[in-house]
């Protein structure tokens, strides 16, 4: 996933983050400089209650570790006022930072997924990453 950078993108993300099954939080330093993106997409309700994680940081602060305390308190809401029961990341094999962003918050390697997401016009292999209300909170 990829911020939007031009205004009609802009556009198209504010309309899919406006509806009740996706929902996107920017993480911002204590002095409001934007840290990154962090979007909850695609939840679904009845017996699943899940969603998937998508997140990125913004160039002056990728890859120096500042999205895992943003991440932590999505995550904390997504189980708490959200009310879902699961979490997945799904993460290309080479995003070494992201990888070790979801480790260390406490999801867990669920399996590889060949060709998952169509990125940049091309069908990318992905990592599924997943944790539970009940392995967030204990």
């Known amino acids: 996933m990829a911020p939007p950078s031009t205004p009609e993108q802009f556009s198209k993300h504010l309309t899919k983050y406006s509806a009740d099954n996706n929902f996107s939080y920017l993480a911002r330093t204590s002095d409001g400089s934007l840290i990154g993106c962090i979007n909850v997409n695609e939840i679904v309700r009845g017996a699943f209650q899940s969603a998937f994680l998508g997140y990125y940081a913004f160039v002056p602060n990728h890859g120096q570790g500042r999205m895992k305390q943003a991440m932590a308190l999505v995550i904390s809401l997504a189980f708490g006022n959200l009310a879902l029961h699961r ?23 669920e399996g590889y997924s060949p060709r998952y997401l169509k990125i940049a016009g091309t069908w990318q292999d992905h990592e599924r990453y997943a944790i539970t209300a009940e392995e967030w909170l204990a």
């Open 87 to 109: 979490l997945e990341a799904n993460i290309q094999p080479s995003n070494i930072a992201s990888l070790a962003l979801v480790k260390s918050l406490g999801f867990r390697l």
